[in-house]
């Protein structure tokens, strides 16, 4: 299982490890910590060093109840970045966190090689039309309303066909334009309620069945922290232990703040299974 990142194949044959860095004041988790050039250069190297395979990059946070963000501003904290960082590490593999097609655009002709789209094409009609031009890998999410609203739609008869529904409906409007790399990631925290979150992690391994491989991101994220009572930053331990089961559930990508934690979750868990 391969995807293409502009002329890098990658190899999803066995799981790899994506490292978040959001360029943002006001992410739920580490806002503020890497939105100027020193602090993402080293952020980046840090999550390199310990294993990521892929760094992704956002310029607005997602959060419940965000606000949006025009594409010209979220252009304006992550192209510098996502320049400075393709000179600085020449091989990096970026996925770019945006809504925006023309966010998508010019961050994949200034050198980053996947869109990551938590709208699924849903806010920018031009996206997916966008994705097929520049052919390269899409993250296909689902998510129902925006981030603005998405808590106040968590109504499902069964989440679990209406998710898988709503994937299959995405990937044959993809399809039909040219766009084959697609990764699946079924949003969680996203218009879901805590219940609907695991259930939908418990049954992750059958979704698309295995034709596409699994973005999975649950770091630090209210599935965890809620349940436990904890600060998000709290979460490593919690988010470790979800990961762990979605590797046992098929995923092939861990997007996460805390690679090295991830890495080896990932080395334990092929060690096991190989055994």
């Known amino acids: 299982m391969t995807i293409n990142c502009k002329g890098k ?11 978040i860095l959001n360029l943002t004041p006001d992410s739920f988790s580490d806002g503020g ?21 892929i760094i992704d990059i956002g310029g607005q946070s997602t959060r419940p109840n965000a606000d949006f963000l025009d594409a010209e501003t979220e252009l ?6 996502i320049e400075e960082l393709v000179k600085n590490f020449p091989e990096i593999i970026i996925s770019i966190d945006t809504f925006w097609s023309e966010v998508a655009k010019n961050t994949i002709e200034s050198g980053a090689s996947i869109i990551n ?17 520049l052919n390269v ?21 069964n989440v679990i066909e209406e998710v898988q529904l709503f994937l299959s409906e995405k990937i044959f409007e993809l399809n039909k334009l040219g766009v084959h790399d697609i990764i699946i990631d079924l949003g969680y ?20 069945f ?9 770091s630090r994220k209210s599935m965890i ?51």
């Open 9 to 19: 194949l990658l190899n999803l044959d066995n799981p790899v490890v994506m490292g």
């Open 33 to 53: 910590k890497f939105n100027n050039m020193d602090s993402a250069l080293k952020q980046t190297e840090k999550m390199l060093n310990d294993g990521a395979t």
């Open 76 to 81: 304006s904290r992550v192209l510098p970045i």
């Open 117 to 133: 789209d938590i709208s699924a094409g849903q806010i920018d009609n031009n996206m997916f039309e966008t994705v097929g031009k």
């Open 137 to 157: 890998p899409y993250i296909l999410m689902h998510m129902k309303g925006t981030p603005k609203t998405m808590q106040k739609n968590t109504n499902y008869e």
């Open 189 to 208: 925290g996203f218009s879901k309620t805590l219940e609907q979150n695991y259930k939908l992690l418990k049954n992750q391994k059958d979704f698309m």
């Open 210 to 218: 295995n034709k596409y491989p699994i973005l999975t991101g649950v």
């Open 225 to 275: 922290f809620k349940l436990l009572n904890i600060k998000p930053e709290k979460s490593i331990n919690g988010t470790t232990a979800l990961n762990i089961l979605a590797l046992q559930n098929n995923a092939k990508i861990l997007r996460v703040h805390d690679v090295k934690e991830a890495v080896e979750c990932i080395k334990i868990w092929e060690m096991y299974k190989n055994s």
